[in-house]
């Protein structure tokens, strides 16, 4: 029993300080939010407003970085995916990356965006079918708008 406690005491150790070196890589502690340089031309602001509601943390330069986001593991995980959302599609930078609408809709109907882990964080990112369905009909106008 006594080597056990020993064995788990050094495992916590070992643990705290792995956590604690992990801090000093560089990645995922300098988040930076670009200029906005063009944002789509939005049907109406009740479309902004559901995106930026809950698609704009990652899909935008408009990033609002949680306290988490600072402490590794987690600024890893945050920073991987906000860069790889901002490289699909960017609501701060529209027209540089080219996005199907069908893409857009499907996802957003079939409620694989936001996605879960994000949403496990920031539930008031949650749309509701309503919201759903008012975001798919203003993101419809706004890319077939002149």
């Not at 602001?45 to 990652?58: G, L």
């Amino acid at each position: 029993m006594k080597k056990l406690v020993t064995l788990l005491m050094i495992a916590a150790i070992v643990l705290v300080v792995l956590v604690l070196l992990i801090q000093f890589l560089p990645y995922g502690h300098t988040h930076t939010n670009p200029p906005v340089v063009k944002e789509p031309n939005w049907n109406s602001p009740e479309t902004r407003q559901i995106a930026q509601k809950a698609c704009f943390d990652c899909h935008s330069n408009e990033t609002i970085w949680p306290w988490y986001s600072n402490i590794a593991p987690m600024s890893w995980l945050v920073q991987r995916d906000v860069d790889v959302a901002r490289s699909r599609m960017n609501f701060s930078d529209w027209g540089r990356i080219s996005v199907e609408v069908g893409e857009i809709i499907e996802i957003v109907s079939q409620g694989e965006m936001p996605p879960f882990q994000y949403l496990f964080m920031h539930p008031g990112a949650r749309l509701s079918e309503q919201e759903k369905t008012r975001f798919i009909d203003g993101i419809n106008a706004t890319l077939y708008r002149p």
